[in-house]
Structures are given as structure tokens and as C-alpha cells.
């Protein structure tokens, strides 16, 4: 639905927001919205690195919406057979996650001093509360229904949390390619429950081990394994990298909304979204 503006700007309700055309009069401002992103920064303290607080947590929630644009993108594409597409969507993804990395190392210029400014003024709020973080690892197939119960007051990021659970995963994507190709996968792992955590299987790993033993064959599947590896490999090393610096400002006190603090994020990093990529390396 359109209705003009000033007789040139027309607005059309796109993707669930405004889209406004400016033809001839439209500015860097006005196509980034750049009045409403940095004007977000609302500080609860008089702390000047609570700044610093915010945006790299805000950044990081915009280059996580990048990431989950891609890999839902990729995941599509790998569905429908069309794997060169999907190649381009993953190599972005890494670096989007480099990116991700990088912000630690920003983070970490916070010292525990700093942060004890302003922390209890932040509630029970906590980055384990970040939804898209989760659509990420649902995304790559590591799912617990459990950690749901934390949206339920908020019941549309409660729904699109729930449905995104029993989606396939990238992975579960790549393992119905395998099948479509030929390889024999246990019929269990191409019907089960997409809602569980993804477990390890014989029938993957051996499909996978003849891909790498076979490369000029099959060489679209191995380059779809190599990207695989490519962002399961940086989101460990974001994993680490959010682990060292939350206990370097916070050391082992538990975090803000009682959340197990680096504890939890030692135990999280033994995890593998693709396990039988990982295994094959020793086997080849």
C-alpha cells in the first residue's frame, strides 16, 4: 500500500517496517536512520566507559542480524540444491564473525574498577539474554529447549524463538545434502526431531570422510565442509574470546540476571556444532 508525499516520496510498508523513497532529496542520515541508531545509547550511570557498554553490545546485536540474514539465506540455498550461492553467504559470515571477535578486544580496554561503576545499575539484564545470539546456535544446530523460559514474557521473541528451534540447521541442511548426492545416512538422522540438539552419527562421518578422500568429485561438497569448519572455527574463537574477558573484568562472579558467569563459558566451549568434520581430520 503507497500514499504520496509532498507529491514525489512514496511509503510502502516493507518487511514488517517503513520503507521511505526520497528519490532526489534523500541523505546518508535518512537512508541509515542514523537520528534513531545514535540517539540509542541511553546510559543508566554518569560512568563514562558505560558508553563504551552500550555500543559494543549494540554492534554486536547488528552484525549477529547479519548473520543470521546470511545463514538462513545459505541454509535455503543448500536446500534447494543451489550450494555456489550458499559458498559466498558462509565466507561473509566468518568475517562478520572476525568482526564479532574483534570487539572483545575493545571490551576488555574495561577494567573491573570501571565496570563496578555502573554495573549494578544494569538489573538483571545480561547478554545471556540476547535472542539472536540463540538464533545463532539454533541456526547451526546446537538447540536447548530450556533456555526459552527466559523470553516467555515476551511472547513474540518467545514464538519466533520456538519456531526457529524446529527448523533444520545449517547443518541438518548439508547432511540432506549429502543424501540427496547419494550417500547413505541413517534414515533417522533425515527425519528426527530438528527441535533436539544435534548428535553425532556414524552414516554423516563416513559420508563426510569420502567427500575429503574424494575431493575433485565431490568437490562442492567438500568446499560446503570447509566453510562449515570456517565459522564453527571462529565462533570457538568467539567463544573464547568472550570467556577471557568476561573473567578478566569479572573474574568468576556470576553474571548480571544470575547467570553462571565464565563457568558456563568454559563448559560451553567442549561444544561442536559439526562433530563429524571435526573427527574425520584424525581419520583421513
Request: with cysteine; glycine share 4%; net charge negative.
Amino acid at each position: 500500500m503507497t500514499h504520496s508525499m509532498d507529491g514525489k516520496n512514496e511509503c510502502a510498508l516493507v518487511n514488517g517496517g517503513i520503507h521511505v523513497d526520497f528519490t532526489e532529496d534523500m541523505t546518508y542520515g535518512d537512508y541509515l536512520q542514523l537520528d534513531k541508531v545514535l540517539n540509542s545509547q541511553i546510559r543508566v550511570s554518569d560512568h563514562h566507559d558505560e558508553m563504551l557498554f552500550i555500543i559494543i553490545h549494540q554492534s554486536s546485536e547488528l552484525w549477529m542480524k547479519l548473520i543470521l540474514h546470511e545463514v538462513y539465506a545459505a541454509k535455503y540455498a543448500i536446500l534447494k540444491g543451489d550450494l555456489e550461492p550458499a559458498f559466498k553467504m558462509l565466507a561473509r559470515v566468518s568475517r562478520i564473525q572476525m568482526q564479532l571477535i574483534q570487539s572483545w578486544d575493545v571490551l576488555s580496554t574495561l577494567t573491573p574498577s570501571e565496570y563496578m561503576e555502573f554495573r549494578d545499575r544494569l538489573g538483571r539484564s545480561s547478554g545471556f539474554q540476547s535472542y539472536q545470539h540463540r538464533l545463532i546456535e539454533f541456526a547451526f544446530g546446537h538447540k536447548k529447549e530450556n533456555v526459552l523460559s527466559v523470553y516467555k514474557h515476551q511472547p513474540h521473541l518467545y514464538e519466533k524463538l520456538l519456531y526457529e528451534l524446529n527448523q533444520k540447521s545449517i547443518y541438518d541442511a548439508s547432511i540432506l545434502a549429502l543424501s540427496k548426492r547419494g550417500f547413505k545416512i541413517n534414515k533417522e538422522m533425515l527425519e528426527r526431531d530438528w527441535s533436539q540438539d544435534y548428535r553425532e552419527d556414524k552414516s554423516v562421518e563416513e559420508a563426510w570422510l569420502t567427500v575429503y578422500r574424494d575431493v575433485n568429485k565431490y568437490w562442492d561438497l567438500y568446499e560446503l565442509a570447509e566453510k562449515l569448519v570456517d565459522i564453527e572455527s571462529k565462533q570457538q574463537q568467539w567463544r573464547f574470546s568472550h570467556m577471557i574477558t568476561v573473567e578478566r573484568i569479572i573474574g568468576s562472579k556470576r553474571g548480571t540476571g544470575g547467570s553462571a558467569g565464565v563457568e558456563y563459558l568454559k563448559r560451553v566451549m567442549d561444544h561442536r556444532f559439526f562433530p563429524e568434520l571435526w573427527q574425520i581430520r584424525t581419520k583421513l
